[in-house]
């Protein structure tokens, strides 16, 4: 009997719900993947975006937003949280076989301030307090089970750089270690044919769990996964960056603010990363012994580093995407680079830039009618809409219109 | 303006990262020794780095002609400098991170994997280590593989020069603690349950030595082949296998004789390569450790020598070193590297070779320690630790001997790149001369002056002198202190024009009296004050012309100018009595100025110690509560009554940060006390509660005890009584004990008394009192009281003009006799007729070199003086040129003084007179740095000053640059 | 929601005021006064420390000693937090542990004042800190004012507030003694009901004291302190979080005829809002959150709006949330939950001080107030705002390294 491959059980889930139609009319369209126009039309096909232009003409099925006033933009892109979770981290060190799939829940509050919010297309993860995390998953925050909210079932396998306890050398050693194993293992399963004679009785759950945890490793060393990186310190970018190259698998780094010292080396890598959402280091001159506060976007914008933004619930800020996006305009970046940290960019990061993060013909429908500009601090999403069907409207959210008084756009 | 945020950001973050990794070097740097490698030395050579690469050059023949160097191309003059290949740092547990894990057997991890190329370690670099072997961590049996790495100078990447440097065993006590670990199997079964939490071995030395040969016993038999990934779940017995096979060899810490002796008989068992770190009992095995091969990195003891007995305990659980265990090893023949023995001090790495300094352990066995045998140690390749032509700069530049306990490095070079260029001391200057006359004590030859910021921090033969620092060099020259004139008008008469006769100094100030110091018309900019500067006088005392009584009082100048040019504003007064009839009348006189002058003292020094009392314990003095004092308007009589009066203070309340402040209004009628006690309660911000209350009591034998009482407050107080203060303690009813101080507001001012009816009579001070916030109120202040404060304290001097010998007896008796002044007699007269009596008097003689004209034959008064004893002070006087100075005190000389005496007659005497000779005067540590720099010794034929110091910053002059 | 007609203020304000000469004038887009008001183009001028004049867009500024105008620039006062632990001993090392009630201790004597925590607070724009004791006890002690100058914020009330906690802080932990080492969580009270009942046995010592033949239940230290409450000398600051806490707090204080009190650190002042506005007591807003519904505990960003609305007076403040919001960060959230943005700069400067009774000196730019102001990149109601410039009692003590450099 051959063992089943756990993640083959999603080949079978249709695309999300049923694909439809929509027509947004009149909107002062925010593409990212070009210039802002003042008035177009934007029409969506079975869930696909079909043409952009002002004059659309399109059936009388087809239902009609009206944008005028407003401004429409893709939904934002989440590259990496551990919200949604039951709990982010395993307590064991490496633990590759672990998949968020068993611990989202689809009734967390996260799922539905998200959708609230115009963050649809979330990438969850383990959390970085092992060495190797487990796998992650791209979703949508609606769906009644997370087989209904997945994009993409197993798209990456959580590395963490930074120890709990703080030898990075044995972290790096248990790393090296684990790929080393799974190395191994890919080379003796690709020599040793199966010999085993079907229809065989026993079901040796030991060695079918032994072989599952490979799986995930192995399956990253045959580039089918990406491995997501975390590193602290500017010589865990040195580390995550060698120990990629030495086993030949894909990376993408997820970094905190204290590596801004090695964004030439990123520079170098052409690839985009994900900054984690604390994103200002506080640090004291070694000359002078002053504080100073290196802002690690504006850094790696000023060498030329692609980024991706990410948010977390826990303070007033950093828990909207937009407002990531504001702060590093006021750290100096440019708007549209901004914009695209919480959308394309991040889009790209997990692997998802030709289907989401913009507005253009033939990507997915995935788009948001705001009150106002995405950055002004008022803005409210009036509409949500994925792959063509609305999954919100506020004057119908209870919440925005009989707690908050703000469903009608007035305040 | 987003646009323009942004760049800025973008040149802020660059400008940090490019500070690593800079571009390969070209400079070259005259020296007066290389060592190419220890032991080997060559003398006199230019030492280039082009692009990088190490040139040497030799001969006399210029070096950028003879190597086709561009004519800019830079080159460090440095006679006493020292090249030496930089250092290698056998062990380092500090520069990764390298954290104890909780498992004991961990032979995988690798310590360059834990270290991070962006760390800041110019602290380390500084010391001129460019290379440093890395600990895989400490307190494990076996925590893996030592790396080596460079510490600056490469790009990021180019880092790790040797990755597997050694597999790294312990057999210390620290291996003793490791914790127990849980560790279940994935699926626990009944055939594989979950266990409970493992001990690691390595409880005991035995079960270490167990624990450790099971090990390099299991690696021998299976661990063999490199390409055999072990399970994941296994041991990864693959770096043991290869330190078996030699390709590195297994470090092994132990300090005590038993844990080395272990170490030897497992590398004689299993035929691996030894090193022994921490080593401090390895001398004790020095034979065997040469008959196996194996080397030390040694921790360098850092106790003193025992005389006769060289065993020293460094700590009681690591066994006893020894000073001369590095020579002890090295003559059996045993390779021994040098770390530092504390964390912190990694750059010191030459400074604690040195250390060890002894027989058998000279200075080329010390740098070798550090270069040569720490790189073979360590398995960086042969050639390591040495300079050659043609290889990339490896090096360190000192400025003088590398030995030496002061020097640090200038330059450090490393991979062809400048990692560290010691920071120029703009204001650390170094002079070095042939001898220096501090007129302190004896001069010292072959001395070295360190002045920073201002001031001189060292001075003498064997000084510190910090890395960086501006050295000036001149061992032909003599440095004496700036010059002090003891009474001049530099700065306050510019220059005037006198035709074809060129400049001559401008109108001289007359008597002026107190009330109009000189020091008010004091010039800063005034070029004649730079002229006293390069004539290296270097302070004067502004004096007043004669021509009144009081003619005027003195302050002292710098001549540097500069905004703190002014160095004491009062500084002696100058009281001239032509015309005086002398005599009982004149000691009257002088006796009214020195009394009222120190009753106006007085009052000065009572508010000082007052204000310095109230800000001791005036922190949380207490504002006075406006309603309270409303209550005590009585006022105090005058008269010598101790108690009558208002008096305020306040309550120490145990721990309350806050005292209690309280009034109280006292009469005293016999020993009777009545009056009305107001305490305010309950914070001190408006909210407070006044509450008044009346009390009797007594006062006997000054000790007071009242007692008051109001509704449910009792208070009872003793005091002592001193004058116009109490303390004591209090009962406050439902409160419980407090301690109490107060004083009191209104009392008697001292009576006026005495004193002269001239105009130049001090006022006396008003009495200290206290003001609204407790703060005391300082005295009126006054011109004349001013300019006698610093006479009256004993500081400076009273300069008296004697016209006739009648004056004489007065001024001895009122001035010294009577009031123990410091007295400067000026005039000649004063000598004809009085030397024996003033000389006996203890009072000096200020004089601008007059000659005495006795019987035909002219004699220097200043000689005359000094025979007799009296102290001299040379000034230019009134109507002098500054720039004399130094040619009065050579006739001095000519005339029989000796030079060093007349030196201290243009130095010290007058700073001492003047009261400044805390700041100038002399050369010593922590004193204004105003010195000169003479070409040859003082008052010879020819001896010029070659450059004057003031404050630290120099003027240039002849010959100095 | 009121409506202000910002032209006439404008014209009002342009009122000179001979304060000797202006050492600095700060010329700007929009100027937000502090009360609610914005003026447009408006100059900022100081001389002496203090605001001399606010001059309006047709105004030609004077001369002074240095001029800053940077393009776009929006001023504000100060920012005024009213409610911060900042400079204090972390967790519950400075609760005085000897009683419940603890009104004689004073935040000021505890405070460190020379903290990062000041320079942290300074560079996100807050130029005045009300410093509380600690709140583990019921009366923790006498609040105190500082300005977050560099190197040492400087006291300028050093007692500014009874601090009294009705919430879960003293509670949090307690239990009774029975047996063991006894530590400060084996101390009353344990209850809501306990902390109450501790309160109104010191309001009756508060109000009693004042009373000629009152015999004190408290010893002096203490009950002075009460005696100054009870007579209004020292407000009450209230922390109560809850709806039924927020009653209490009024409850207490009518009962012992408390005259001057706050409420701070409401998370369900809405609940209470009629109560609230009947007392005329002001509140501060604790921590605000979004629309969440997520385990978090704070108010919705839509119930200032709702307060305001209702003529409650109130001021945000940050309380002791240490989730790495700013001050701003809540006056944008006001925003954005329907405040209008005058009114939001002000409930977190000119409001803020107002219910700490700090507006004599701080929180609004009005002629003879201590010229402490912010210089912010655009509206600082924008995300997107950068604060460039900060300065404290007319000088400037702290720059945007990029706003120094572009200056030059």
Request: net charge neutral.
């Amino acid at each position: 009997m051959r063992i089943p491959r756990p993640f083959v059980a999603f080949a079978f889930l249709a695309a999300f719900v049923s694909a439809q139609d929509l027509l947004v009319r009149n909107a002062k369209l925010v593409p990212i993947a070009g210039p802002d126009v003042a008035k177009t039309d934007v029409l969506i096909r079975d869930g696909r975006i079909a043409a952009i232009g002002e004059g659309l003409k399109a059936d009388l099925s087809i239902p009609v937003i009206d944008a005028a006033g407003r401004t429409v933009m893709p939904a934002y892109v989440l590259a990496g949280t551990t919200e949604g979770l039951d709990r982010a981290n395993e307590n064991m060190e490496i633990t590759p076989y672990v998949s968020v799939l068993d611990a989202i829940d689809p009734t967390r509050p996260f799922f539905d301030d998200s959708v609230r919010d115009g963050v649809y297309t979330i990438h969850v993860m383990p959390g970085s307090r092992t060495v190797i995390g487990g796998t992650g998953r791209v979703i949508r925050p609606v769906g009644r089970v997370v087989e209904d909210m997945t994009i993409v079932p197993d798209p990456s396998v959580t590395f963490s750089m930074v120890p709990p306890q703080g030898n990075r050398a044995t972290q790096m050693a248990k790393l090296r270690g684990a790929l080393d194993d799974a190395k191994r293992y890919l080379e003796n399963k690709e020599a040793a044919a199966d010999t085993r004679p079907s229809g065989s009785v026993k079901l040796d759950l030991e060695r079918l769990a032994i072989e599952r945890r490979r799986e995930t490793m192995a399956r990253l060393l045959k580039k089918q996964m990406t491995a997501f990186t975390y590193c602290a310190e500017p010589g865990d970018v040195v580390r995550a960056l060698a120990l990629a190259k030495e086993y030949g698998y894909q990376q993408r780094l997820v970094l905190g603010p204290g590596t801004w010292k090695a964004a030439d080396l990123l520079a170098a890598e052409k690839q985009p990363v994900i900054v984690s959402p604390e994103m200002e280091a506080e640090e004291t001159d070694p000359e002078t012994g002053k504080p100073v506060r290196r802002e690690l976007p504006a850094i790696l914008h000023a060498k030329g580093v692609p980024f991706a933004l990410t948010a977390r619930p826990t303070s007033l800020g950093q828990r909207y995407l937009w407002y990531q996006a504001a702060s590093v305009v006021r750290m100096g970046v440019p708007r549209d680079v901004a914009l695209r940290a919480v959308t394309l960019t991040a889009a790209e990061a997990i692997g998802l830039g030709k289907t989401k993060g913009s507005i253009e013909a033939g990507k997915d429908g995935d788009l948001l009618v705001l009150s106002d500009d995405p950055l002004s601090g008022r803005s409210w999403v009036d509409v949500g809409v994925i792959e063509g069907k609305v999954v919100y409207e506020r004057r119908t959210d209870r919440r925005m219109v009989e707690v908050l008084g703000l469903g009608d756009g007035k305040n | 303006m987003r646009r323009m945020l942004f760049i800025l950001l973008a040149i802020l973050s660059v400008g940090f990262v490019s500070a690593q990794d800079t571009k390969p070097a070209s400079i070259g740097f005259r020296v007066k020794q290389l060592h190419q490698a220890p032991g080997q030395a060559q003398s006199d050579v230019v030492v280039v780095v082009r692009d990088g690469v190490v040139a040497v050059h030799t001969g006399p023949a210029d070096v950028r002609a003879a190597m086709g160097l561009p004519s800019d191309f830079e080159i460090v003059d440095l006679p006493e400098g020292v090249v030496v290949p930089a250092f290698v740092l056998a062990h380092s547990r500090t520069l990764a991170q390298v954290a104890d894990p909780e498992e004991s057997l961990m032979p995988a991890t690798v310590a360059a994997d834990a270290f991070d190329p962006f760390d800041d370690r110019r602290a380390v670099v500084r010391g001129g280590v460019t290379t440093a072997y890395l600990s895989p961590g400490l307190a494990r049996l076996v925590a893996g593989q030592g790396s080596v790495v460079r510490l600056a100078g490469t790009d990021v990447g180019g880092h790790v020069l040797v990755r597997h440097a050694s597999l790294r065993l312990a057999l210390t006590e620290s291996v003793r603690s490791a914790p127990n670990v849980f560790n279940p199997p994935l699926i626990p079964s009944l055939d594989d349950p979950i266990p409970g939490a493992e001990v690691q071995p390595g409880k005991t030395r035995a079960g270490a030595l167990d624990a450790l040969r099971g090990l390099l016993r299991r690696a021998a038999a299976e661990g063999r082949d490199p390409a055999k990934v072990p399970d994941i779940d296994a041991l990864d017995l693959r770096p043991v296998a290869r330190a078996l096979a030699g390709e590195f060899p297994i470090r092994v810490a132990a300090d005590r004789s038993a844990d080395i002796a272990a170490a030897i008989e497992l590398a004689r068992e299993f035929k691996f390569k030894l090193v022994i770190e921490g080593g401090n009992e390895a001398w004790r095995h020095a034979a065997d450790l040469a008959s196996i091969g194996a080397s030390v990195v040694l921790r360098a003891v850092a106790v003193p020598p025992v005389v006769g007995n060289d065993i020293a305990p460094v700590t009681f659980e690591n066994g006893e070193g020894r000073r001369s265990a590095a020579a002890t090893l090295i003559a059996a023949g045993v390779p021994v590297a040098i770390v530092p023995p504390f964390v912190g001090e990694e750059g010191e790495v030459l400074f604690h070779a040195t250390r060890l300094l002894g027989p058998g352990f000279g200075t080329a066995e010390a740098l070798a320690s550090v270069t040569t045998s720490a790189a073979r140690i360590v398995g960086l390749p042969e050639g390591t630790g040495t300079i050659a032509a043609g290889k990339s700069a490896e090096f360190v530049v000192y400025g003088r001997n590398p030995f030496s306990t002061h020097e640090r490095p200038l330059f450090v070079f490393s991979a062809g790149r400048l990692v560290h260029r010691a920071k120029d001391k703009g204001d650390v200057v170094a002079i070095t001369v042939g001898r220096v006359h501090t007129c302190d004590g004896d001069p010292i030859d072959g001395a070295t002056v360190v002045v920073e910021d201002g001031k001189i921090r060292a001075v003498g033969k064997h000084v510190s002198v910090p890395a960086g620092a501006k050295r000036i060099h001149r061992p032909d020259a003599v440095v004496v202190p700036g010059f002090v004139d003891g009474g001049t008008q530099v700065g306050l008469r510019a220059y005037a024009s006198a035709g074809e006769g060129g400049l001559v100094l401008g109108p001289k100030f007359g008597a002026v009296g107190t009330e109009a110091p000189l020091v008010d018309n004091f010039d800063r900019d005034l070029p004649d004050l730079r002229a006293a500067a390069h004539a290296g006088v270097t302070s004067a005392a502004l004096t007043p012309g004669f021509g009144k009584l009081v003619a005027g009082g003195q302050a002292v100048v710098k001549t540097g100018g500069g905004k703190d040019s002014v160095l004491a504003k009062t500084a002696g007064v100058v009281i001239d009595l032509a015309g005086n009839a002398g005599g009982a009348p004149l000691a009257k006189q002088l006796d009214g100025f020195v009394e009222s002058a120190k009753k106006y003292h007085e009052s000065w020094s009572t508010y000082e110690s007052a204000l310095a009392e109230w800000k001791r314990t005036g922190k949380a003095a207490a504002p006075k509560a406006p309603e309270s004092r409303s209550l005590g308007t009585v006022t105090a009589p005058k008269g010598k009554d101790p108690i009558t009066g208002t008096w305020t203070g306040e309550i120490k309340m145990g721990r309350s940060p806050r005292p209690l402040p309280f009034t109280m209004t006292a009469k005293l009628d016999g020993t009777k006390v009545t009056g009305e006690l107001t305490l305010t309660m309950g914070g001190r911000r408006g909210g407070g509660q006044p509450r008044a209350m009346p009390f009797e009591g007594t006062f006997e034998g000054g000790k007071l005890k009242i007692e008051a009482a109001q509704e449910q407050m009792t208070v009872s107080v003793e005091a002592t009584v001193g004058r116009d203060v109490m303390e004591g303690t209090v009962k406050l009813g439902p409160i419980g004990d407090a301690t109490f101080s107060a004083s009191r507001g209104e009392s008697d001012a001292p009576a006026a008394s005495g004193g002269s009816t001239q105009d130049s009579k001090p006022a006396e001070g008003t009495t200290t009192k206290a003001a609204d916030d407790g703060r005391p109120k300082p005295p009126a202040k006054n011109d004349n009281g001013e300019a006698w404060r610093a006479i009256v304290a004993g500081k400076a001097a009273v300069f008296v003009h004697i016209t006739a010998e009648a004056q004489v007896d007065a001024v001895v008796e009122s001035l010294r006799g009577k009031h123990d002044l410091k007295v400067v007699a000026l005039g000649t007269t004063a000598l004809k007729q009085g030397l024996q009596r003033l000389a006996a008097a203890g009072v000096a003689f200020g004089t601008s070199g007059e000659m005495l004209s006795e019987a035909g034959m002219p004699e220097s008064a200043a000689d005359k003086a000094f025979r007799a004893k009296m102290p001299v002070v040379f000034r230019t006087g009134a109507s002098g040129d500054v720039r004399d100075l130094y040619g009065i005190a050579e006739i001095a000389v000519r005339e029989g003084v000796d030079p060093e005496d007349a030196l201290r007659m243009i130095t010290r005497q007058p700073a001492r007179f003047l009261g400044v000779l805390d700041r100038v005067g002399s050369l010593e540590r922590g004193k204004d740095a105003d010195l000169v720099i003479l070409s040859g010794e003082p008052f010879t034929p020819g001896a010029r000053v070659l450059m004057t110091m003031i404050d630290g910053k120099i003027l240039e002059t002849e010959g100095s640059r | 929601m009121r409506f202000r007609i910002v032209a006439a203020v404008a014209t009002l304000c342009a009122v000179l005021v001979a304060q000797g000469a202006p050492e600095l004038v700060i010329k700007a887009r929009r100027l937000h006064v502090g009360d609610g008001t914005t003026i447009e183009g408006a100059s900022l001028v100081i001389a002496g420390g203090k605001v001399s004049a606010v001059l309006g867009k047709d105004v030609a500024p004077p001369s002074a000693a240095e001029t800053i105008e940077i393009a776009d620039a929006v001023v504000t006062p100060g920012l005024v937090e009213a409610e911060s632990r900042v400079g204090m001993l972390r967790g519950d090392a400075d609760n005085e542990e000897g009683r419940e009630t603890t009104p004689w201790v004073r935040a000021l004597d505890g405070v460190d004042r020379a903290h990062p925590g000041f320079a942290s607070l300074l560079h996100s724009g807050v130029t005045t800190v009300v410093v509380l004791p600690g709140d583990r006890n019921v009366i923790g002690g006498v609040s105190c004012a500082l300005k977050t100058t560099p190197d040492a914020a400087t006291p300028i009330v050093e007692e500014l507030a009874l601090h009294a906690v009705i919430g879960r802080g003293p509670t949090a932990r307690n239990s009774a003694f029975r047996g063991g080492e006894p530590t400060m969580f084996t101390r009353r009270p344990t209850t809501r009901m306990g902390v109450i009942a501790e309160l109104r046995r010191a309001f009756q010592e508060a109000a009693g004291r004042n009373q000629p033949g009152w015999q004190a239940l408290y010893p002096e230290r203490e009950g002075l302190a009460l005696a100054r409450a009870g007579r209004g000398e020292l407000p009450v600051a209230f922390v109560a979080q809850e709806a039924a806490e927020i009653l209490a707090a009024i409850r207490l204080c009518t009962e012992a005829g408390i005259p001057k009190y706050r409420i701070g650190g409401t998370v369900e002042s809405l609940l209470a809002i009629d109560d609230l506005k009947a007392a005329k007591v002001p509140v501060l807003l604790g921590p605000l959150f979004n629309v969440g519904n997520g385990p978090e505990k704070g108010g919705a960003i839509s119930d200032p709006r709702r307060l305001d609305q209702a003529g409650v007076v109130f001021a945000l403040s940050r309380g002791t949330d240490d989730s790495g919001s700013t001050l701003l960060d809540l006056a944008r959230a006001a925003h954005r939950g329907g405040l209008d943005a005058g009114r939001a700069v002000a409930a977190v400067t000119g409001f803020a001080a107002r219910v700490c009774g700090l507006d004599g000196r701080v929180g609004t730019l009005a002629v003879g107030k201590d010229a402490d102001f912010c210089v912010w990149s655009t509206d600082p109601m924008s995300p997107t705002s950068r604060l460039l410039v900060a300065g404290i009692g007319g000088r400037i003590v702290w720059r945007d390294s990029s706003a120094s450099a572009k200056k030059e």
